[in-house]
Structure formats: C-alpha cells, structure tokens
C-alpha cells in the first residue's frame, strides 16, 4: 500500500506529488531529501525510516522516484512498481529527465490516477494505460550544435544521421493517437552488470556476471519477433564441462516468450507490442572464468611532512579491438587532503579531490584494450600517523562487448499483416558495466 508518490530533482525540487490516502503532510518531500543528503557516500539505501516515515526509492536520470507506506508493506514489491513506473514514464514520455516530467507533469498525474486507487496498484500494463489516458506527451530535446553534424547541404540526410544512437531513442514508444506514421524500429539490448572483488595480489575472490536481453519496440500492431542466442548455452544442470561452453547458473523469461526452439537452438520467440519489456535475465555459472577488463597496479609511499605519493597504474586487458568509456577510479583517502599534484598519461584524464578530501577521483574517458594508464598523485594530509588506503573503486562501460560471451547472433521478424511495406529497422547493442569493481589495495 503506498500513502504518497513523489518524483524530486537531483536538488530536491518537487515535480510530481501525489496523496493517496491522505495521511501525511506536504512536507515528507523536504523529510526525504533530508534524510537522502545528510547520509554520507554517494549512494542512499533504497529502504529508509526517518521521521517516523518509511521510505522507499530508486534513482533513474538523476531523478529520485520515491513513495511512503507503512511498515507492513513489502518493500521489494514497491521497488518493483516504481522501475515500472520509471519504465512507463519512458514510454510515454520518450525520456526519463527533469525537463521531460516537468513538461508532462499533466500526463504523468493521468498515469498515476490510473494506476493506483487509493494507495493500492490497479494495473501497470502500458496497453490499458494506453486506453484510459487521454494526454500527448511533449518531447524535449535540448539544442546542441553537434546535431549539426548530421544535416548535409541543403538538409540532405547524411550517412552519420542513419547510425543509431548509442542508446534507445529517446522518443516516446507510443505513437500519438490517429497517428499510423513514424520510423517503425526495433531495439534489442543484451546488458549485463559485472560484480568483482580483486585482492591486494591480484588474485580475484569475487566474480559475478548478470545479465538481460531488453527489448524495445516502436512497431505498431503485433509482429512475430525470433532472435538466436549463443549456440554454446547451457542452463542450470546441463553439461557444463565441455570446452567452450557457456553455462548459466540461473536463467528467467518474461510469460510472454515463447520457448518451444530455446531447448534444442538456443531460439527465443515472441509478439510484443509497443513498449519496453525485458525476455530474459539470467546469471553466468561461478565456477566459470571470466576474463577481468582491468588490472590496478598502486604503489603508496609516505613521504616527510604529511605528503602521500600514490602512483597507479590501470592495465586494461580487453582485447585491442575493444576499448572501455566513462572509466573512473576513485580511491578513498584516510584523511582529509588538503591539496593535491598530479601527473597523468595523457591530457584528456582529470582528477580532483572529492567530498571534502576524504576521497580521489581519476576520470579517463575511453581506454583502449592493451592500453595501460599511469598516474602519479601527490597529496597534502595532516602529519599525524598513516593509516591504510583503499580499497579503489573502478566504474565503467564496455560497449559493444559481453564479458560473459552471450551475443544474439541473428534477429529476424515478420510483420504482420496489414503493416507497410519493408522490414521494421533492427538495432543490436551489446554492452557490459561495473555493477562493483573493488581493488583492495
């Protein structure tokens, strides 16, 4: 049972606020982001009781999708419901941002009116959504001149302005009533998280792999969808002992997969709708050795006066073809930095001191398989006794690449009749990011 349903701004402005039961105040918004902002570290529990309220929340776009209930009620079932609602909110409002909510604040009001009655959840099925609303999203998209890049002479499309975003679109999926035009694509995302714990020697005591295969479609009406998946695939109690098997320790499908060809051809079968839906989760076999994307090699000395001389070097080990984005290291310190020198590989690296000193962060933005990074940090702390350093914290992504080996190798569909002429376009990503990446030092 949910008692308010409230989205807030990165800076803790209210955009949407909804009172089901009408049992609390106006002001458990402002009791939230204080409770959310006064916690230390970047990342606030999902589960908080503050002010003899009970919170729970996800973080989608620099957003805060949060609601209230009572102590009685499950709190993983409303973190279920609010990544649905982050997920309709997308569908129908092309993007998930402060900008985009604020101007389909109506719309969104609409959507949370049909969703719930009176703090309990009546239905999130985007087809039923689609039929008791009434609202039109309005698209936000802000001005930048690197769109020009794709305007040839006189307007004239270009061959970059037919390669795919780095991400799904950003349009609603849900097309504007009586409207039957627009580009009919689909999305297939093959997304896995990587969990690992390395130690001091480098030897690594933790390795977990999951994954999904999301699945983003703009074709109206229902077209019979068929993608293959890795021959190799063993599931559960299958063989796993072969050479160049792929074993999965646990593996679910959406209810509306079709499984009759996985068993004996690895083939997933399906009819979507409109909309955003994941087929498959699944998580790779621990006893199966995964190749690690970097190696961290720190060396610390304590110099006189306080000064800490920290020189890292970050080997990546994908292959060359490959490269890794949005690399960053952060590295807690045992005390409060009061200044900070640097030396770093290359001009495109930064690094700062974060939350007061008490932590350093090294940004690379891409690093190519093979590559190995080097850094040399020199740091002003109180001249009292060291203290122990670490451990480092490694997020990025590895586009285009699984580490687990799972890829769909084709993806076919049949469009239904009645639909235009020309397949529906197909768009394949395959992309690996640090869930936790933890390197003791």
């Avoid at 621990?286 to 690690?292: H, K, N, S």
């Avoid at 000064?307 to 070097?313: N, S, W, Y």
């Avoid at 060359?320 to 009061?338: D, F, T």
Wanted: glycine share 10%; net charge neutral; with cysteine.
């Amino acid at each position: 049972m949910i008692s308010q349903l409230f989205i807030l701004s990165s800076k803790g402005d209210r955009l949407v606020y909804r009172n089901f039961r009408g049992d609390g105040g106006d002001d458990v918004t402002d009791a939230f982001y204080r409770a959310v902002t006064s916690l230390p570290g970047d990342q606030a529990p999902v589960f908080m009781a503050r002010e003899g309220q009970h919170f729970v929340h996800v973080r989608h776009g620099g957003l805060y999708v949060g609601a209230t209930t009572t102590a009685d009620t499950s709190p993983f079932v409303l973190v279920e419901f609010l990544n649905r609602l982050v997920t309709l909110l997308r569908e129908h409002c092309g993007t998930l941002s402060e900008k985009s909510v604020s101007v389909n604040v109506a719309l969104v009001q609409e959507l949370l009116g049909e969703m719930v009655d009176f703090g309990y959840v009546q239905t999130t099925a985007t087809e039923v959504l689609r039929s008791a609303t009434h609202g039109e999203p309005e698209t936000t998209k802000a001005f930048s001149l690197l769109d020009l890049r794709s305007v040839g002479l006189f307007g004239a499309e270009t061959q970059q302005s037919r390669v795919a975003p780095g991400s799904v679109t950003n349009r609603p999926v849900l097309p504007p009533r009586g409207e039957q035009g627009g580009r009919r694509e689909v999305f297939v995302d093959v997304v896995e998280r990587l969990t690992v714990v390395i130690a001091a020697n480098g030897t690594p005591l933790k390795v977990d792999v999951q994954g999904e295969i999301r699945l983003k479609s703009f074709v109206p009406g229902a077209c019979e969808l068929r993608m293959g998946l890795t021959e190799e695939l063993s599931v559960g109690t299958e063989e796993q002992c072969g050479y160049g098997r792929l074993p999965l320790a646990a593996v679910a499908f959406h209810s509306s997969v079709d499984l009759e060809e996985f068993e004996q051809e690895r083939v997933l079968r399906v009819t979507p709708g409109p909309g955003e839906v994941t087929l498959m989760r699944y998580q790779l076999a621990e006893d199966v050795a995964v190749p690690l994307p970097f190696r961290l090699l720190p060396s610390v000395e304590w110099e006189p006066a306080g000064r800490l001389r920290i020189h890292l070097k970050l080997r990546c080990d994908l292959p060359p073809k490959n490269h890794a984005i949005n690399v960053v290291l952060q590295l807690p310190l045992p005390r409060e930095a009061s200044s900070l020198a640097q030396e770093l590989s290359s001009p495109e690296q930064t690094a700062e001191l974060q939350g007061g000193g008490r932590s350093l962060r090294w940004a690379i933005p891409r690093c190519q398989g093979g590559a190995q990074l080097g850094a040399v940090f020199r740091v002003q702390l109180p001249p009292t006794p060291p203290l122990g350093l670490g451990p480092a914290a490694l997020t990025f992504e590895l586009p285009a690449l699984t580490v687990s080996g799972l890829r769909l190798r084709w993806l076919r569909l049949s469009a239904p009749p009645g639909a235009p002429p020309g397949p529906p376009q197909r768009w394949v990503r395959h992309l690996t990011h640090s869930d936790s990446y933890v390197v003791r030092l």
